[in-house]
C-alpha cells in the first residue's frame, strides 16, 4: 500500500484535513517536509509566546510577589502554549515533521509534575526541539541538556559536586536524576550495560550545569563552585572536569552505537508497529551510525522501509485520536476550544506524563475499557458539533481504502448524522494509525 496517500497521512502524520488535496506521490510528499524548512518556526499561533528566559522571569518575579492563584501569568502561559501546539498540529501543512516534534519531545519528555516547568514547557519545545529534528541527534542532545526545563525538571539545578566549594560547605549533594534517565532514556540505554558507577560519574560531570535565575534573561549557566573537581570515567570513556568534560560526555553518548540502536528501536515502534521488526530497527541504526546521528536521514530511512507500508496496526494514543478527528472534521483549535483539556479528559494531558520516560508508544497502554468508553463518548460529543455533516463523505475522505465494508454499512444506516459521525470516529480504522 505504499502509494496509498490516505494510509501516508495517517501513519506519518494525524490523518488528512477534510477533503486537503491528496499528493500523488506520497513518499517524496512526505520526504519533501523533511528536506525543507518547518513552517511551524514562523507559525502565526507561536508568534506572541515568551521564551524561556521571559517565562522564568516571570516566574522569577512571582516568586517575589507570591499572587494569588487567580492573578498568576503562570497558568495564563502555560495554558496558552499547550493550545498552540496542539492547534498548530490540527492545521499544520507538514503533519510528518510536525510527528516528529512531538516524537521527540516525549522521548525527552519534561512534565509540570516537576517545579517551575509549567510557564516553560512550550518554550522549551520551540528552543530545544523543533529545530533540530531534521539535524544530528548529538545537537538535539545539547540542546535538551543545556535547556533550563530539562534542568529544572529533573532536579540538575540541585545538584552539588561532594567536593566542591559548595558541597564542602554541606549545602547540597549529588544529585543523580538527570544523568541517570540521560542514560537510560536518552541515550544507550540499558541494553549498553553501563552501571551505578557511570551514573554517578556522569552525574558528578554534569554539576554545575544550573540556571541562573537572577540574569536577564534568566537561562543556562556553569557554576564552577558546584562542579565536582577531577576526571571521571564513563563506561570505560575519561573525561576532564569543567564544563568541558560534561560537553565531551554528551558527544561520546550522543554519537554512541547503542544510542543509535536505541533511537532506531523507538523510531520503528512509533511509525511501524508496537513489535518493532528486528530488520527495519537494524536499517534504521545503521543509517544513523553512517550518517553520524543525522536524524533527517534516519526518517527518510523510515519511509523506505517496507514494513512501514503495511497494514496500519498501531492504536491512536488520545492525543493523536482528538487531532486526527478534528483534521477529519476540517475544524480548528478556535472551533474546538481547549484540546489540551480534551486530551488530558482521555488520558494523556499535555505535558504532564507521569514519569520521565514520557507516555507510553505501545497499544496495550491505551486500551482499558474506562479508556475506550472516554473516547466513544468524546466522540459522540463533538458529533453533535459537526451534525450538519455527512458522515459518508467524511469516512470517504479521511479513510478511503481504509474504510471497511461493515464500518461503511453501519454509518449508512445510522439513526442520525451525528450517530453516523460517532460509528465512523470510533470504528477500529479509525482508531488505528
Do not use: C
Not at 114 to 139: C, K, L, N, S
Not at 185 to 209: C, N
Not at 309 to 326: G, Q, S
Not at 363 to 382: K, P, Q, V
Amino acid at each position: 500500500m505504499d502509494n496509498n496517500p490516505i494510509q501516508a497521512l495517517v501513519r506519518f502524520g494525524w490523518g488528512r484535513r477534510g477533503s486537503e488535496p491528496l499528493p500523488s506521490d506520497p513518499r517524496h510528499w512526505l520526504a519533501g517536509q523533511i528536506t525543507a524548512p518547518d513552517p511551524g518556526i514562523q507559525a502565526d499561533g507561536f508568534a506572541d509566546l515568551p521564551t524561556s528566559g521571559a517565562a522564568l522571569a516571570i516566574l522569577r518575579e512571582e516568586r517575589k510577589t507570591k499572587p494569588p492563584p487567580g492573578e498568576s501569568h503562570l497558568r495564563d502561559i502555560y495554558r496558552r502554549e499547550a493550545a498552540a501546539l496542539a492547534s498548530w498540529a490540527v492545521v499544520t501543512p507538514a503533519p510528518f515533521r510536525e510527528r516528529l516534534v512531538w516524537f521527540w519531545a516525549n522521548h525527552f519528555t519534561v512534565s509540570v509534575r516537576g517545579g517551575g516547568v509549567a510557564p516553560t514547557a512550550g518554550a522549551y519545545v520551540r528552543e530545544a526541539i523543533r529545530p533540530h529534528v531534521t539535524g544530528r541527534f548529538v545537537d538535539l542532545l545539547s540542546a535538551v541538556m543545556h535547556h533550563p526545563t530539562m534542568l529544572m525538571y529533573l532536579d540538575n539545578v540541585q545538584s552539588v559536586g561532594p567536593d566542591s566549594p559548595a558541597g564542602i560547605k554541606g549545602k547540597r549533594g549529588l544529585n543523580e536524576n538527570l544523568a541517570r534517565e540521560s542514560l537510560e532514556l536518552h541515550t544507550v540505554s540499558p541494553a549498553a550495560g553501563y552501571s551505578q558507577e557511570d551514573v554517578t560519574a556522569y552525574a558528578r560531570l554534569i554539576t554545575g550545569w544550573s540556571v541562573d535565575m537572577q540574569a536577564d534573561p534568566p537561562g543556562f549557566k556553569f557554576r564552577p563552585f558546584a562542579h565536582q573537581p577531577g576526571s571521571q570515567t564513563v563506561m570505560g570513556q575519561s573525561f576532564p572536569d569543567g564544563q568541558e568534560g560534561g560537553e565531551a560526555a554528551l558527544r561520546f553518548l550522543g554519537t554512541h552505537p547503542a544510542t543509535y540502536r536505541h533511537l532506531a528501536l523507538k523510531l520503528v515502534r512509533h511509525f511501524v508497529a508496537d513489535t518493532p521488526p528486528p530488520a527495519a530497527v537494524k536499517h534504521v541504526a545503521g543509517v544513523l551510525h553512517d550518517t553520524g546521528g543525522d536524524l533527517g536521514q534516519a526518517s527518510l530511512a523510515l519511509l523506505r522501509l517496507p514494513q512501514a507500508w503495511n497494514p496500519l496496526e498501531k492504536l491512536r494514543t488520545p492525543a493523536d485520536f482528538v487531532i486526527a478527528t478534528v483534521r477529519a472534521l476540517d475544524m480548528t483549535g478556535e472551533q474546538v476550544p481547549n484540546l489540551p483539556g480534551i486530551m488530558g479528559g482521555l488520558g494523556q494531558p499535555m505535558w504532564n506524563a507521569p514519569f520521565p520516560i514520557g507516555w507510553a508508544d505501545d497499544a496495550a497502554s491505551w486500551t482499558g475499557s474506562e479508556a475506550l468508553l472516554r473516547r466513544i463518548d468524546w466522540a459522540y460529543g463533538i458529533s453533535g458539533r459537526a451534525a450538519a455533516q455527512d458522515a459518508g463523505d467524511i469516512a470517504t475522505a479521511s479513510l478511503g481504502p481504509l474504510l471497511r465494508p461493515e464500518t461503511s454499512t453501519a454509518i449508512s444506516r445510522a439513526g442520525s448524522r451525528r450517530d453516523a459521525l460517532a460509528l465512523l470516529f470510533a470504528s477500529p480504522e479509525f482508531q488505528r494509525r
